[in-house]
C-alpha cells in the first residue's frame, strides 16, 4: 500500500492547509492509501511524500492541490 506524509510548518500557520490536503487524498484514494501523515516542521517547509519520495515542495513551486493529487496518483500501487 502506499503512503503518503504531509510536513508542513506550524509557526507559518500550514496546519489548515495540510489537513485539507490529506482529507482530500483520503477522500479522493479511500482505501488505495495506507496512511496520510501529517509531520510538524517548521522554516516555512510544505512537503508532500509519497514512500518516502518527495512529489512536492513550496520552497520550489506555487501549491496546487489538485496537480499534488496528480503527483501522488502517479505512484499509488
Known amino acids: 500500500m502506499t503512503t503518503v506524509e504531509i510536513e508542513y510548518c506550524v509557526p507559518c500557520g500550514h496546519l489548515d492547509r495540510a489537513a485539507d490536503l490529506q482529507h482530500l487524498l483520503l477522500r479522493t484514494f479511500r482505501e488505495q492509501l495506507d496512511r496520510v501523515a501529517l509531520v510538524t516542521g517548521d522554516d516555512g517547509v510544505f512537503v508532500v511524500r509519497v514512500d518516502g ?3 512536492f515542495d513550496v520552497a ?3 501549491y496546487d492541490p489538485d496537480e499534488v493529487v496528480r503527483r ?6
Open 72 to 77: 501522488v496518483r502517479e505512484r499509488v500501487r
Open 60 to 62: 520550489e513551486e506555487e
Open 53 to 55: 519520495e518527495r512529489v
